[in-house]
């Protein structure tokens, strides 16, 4: 081999060799970071914090639809079931005595009766718009009469309720124009308001008067709005208003609760639609926990019970007209 080739294989292993030694060394000479120890926990440390298997906490079935809907009927359905388990200890007739007491079917008629006083006065005043109250008043009247005839026990007026009914549904239907011979009629149905109230039977021939022909969709709304928005809502508005008018409030909740039973009878339009029962359910269930906060004379209870009645309202209207 020449000493030139040599000595370049000689330089080339010492090169390796010095390159290996400075690794090695640079390997024990690096400092290794300082990490912290992982912690100590003892074995029930957190014991009630975590579920042991946070499957079983699990209730229910997932919601597959737009979180919109849902919403949008969450305490429709809610108040469904409060409903539900009212009728389950109140069946047929007796649903009403539940809903609506004799002395508040008393007196909303005697307040109709003032009303109906000041809209039938001459032709011109009804035909210029008063046949309109009228029809009102009159819905209000026959279905009064309706509960009235289906009440389970003896009140006022039980005997002329089953003509009344039919007398003062027909007057109602028949309101939807101002027209003399309408208002002859209402002059007729306004004398025999007044005879109830004198305590006279009336005389006349009850026909079968289904709930739908009683309490006509369109005049019924009106008789709700107004219920909740020149009563309820004034009346439970405060502390004061509250405590003031607490014989007030129990008539007009009454009165809502048993228009939402009516609402969800056989026959009614829409009766057979559960998104629309639902909304009445909801309004009926608001209706009775209004009651309960006048028995337990809690305002706060009272205030967001109507302003549940007035959300059940405004869902419905949204869809239903």
Not at 23 to 40: E, I, L, M
Not at 90 to 115: F, M, T, Y
């Amino acid at each position: 081999m020449p000493q030139s080739t040599l000595r370049s294989t000689l330089l080339l292993g010492l090169s390796v060799m010095t390159l290996a030694g400075s690794y090695a060394f640079a390997q024990k000479t690096v400092r290794k970071p300082d990490r912290a120890k992982p912690p100590q926990f003892q074995s029930n440390e957190f014991s009630g914090v975590f579920f042991a298997d946070a499957r079983s906490q699990l209730q229910g079935q997932p919601s597959l639809g737009s979180g919109a809907q849902a919403s949008s009927t969450d305490s429709a359905m809610a108040a469904s079931d409060d409903a539900s388990q009212a009728e389950s200890t109140a069946q047929g007739n007796d649903v009403w005595k539940q809903l609506i007491s004799g002395p508040s079917i008393e007196d909303l008629v005697k307040e109709s009766k003032s009303r109906v006083d000041g809209i039938i006065t001459t032709p011109a005043k009804f035909a210029s718009g008063g046949y309109g109250d009228a029809r009102r008043e009159f819905t209000l009247l026959g279905s009064l009469m309706g509960i009235i005839a289906q009440y389970p026990e003896e009140i006022r007026w039980k005997a002329s309720a089953p003509y009344a009914r039919t007398a003062f549904a027909r007057i109602a239907a028949n309101s939807k124009v101002g027209t003399q011979p309408v208002y002859n009629e209402a002059k007729l149905r306004q004398q025999d308001l007044q005879d109830l109230l004198k305590g006279t039977k009336l005389n006349g021939t009850a026909e079968e008067t289904p709930w739908a022909d009683t309490a006509d969709r369109g005049p019924t709304m009106q008789i709700l709005e107004w219920a909740l928005r020149e009563n309820l809502a004034p009346h439970t508005s405060n502390e004061d208003n509250f405590t003031n008018n607490l014989d007030e409030i129990t008539k007009y909740a009454e009165l809502v609760a048993a228009y939402g039973q009516i609402l969800q009878l056989e026959g009614m339009t829409d009766a057979d639609d559960e998104t629309y029962t639902q909304f009445a359910a909801a309004m009926l269930a608001a209706a009775k926990e209004t009651l309960k906060a006048v028995k337990n004379k809690d305002p706060d209870l009272a205030r967001s019970a109507v302003a549940k009645i007035d959300q059940s309202c405004n869902k419905c209207h949204e869809t239903y007209r």
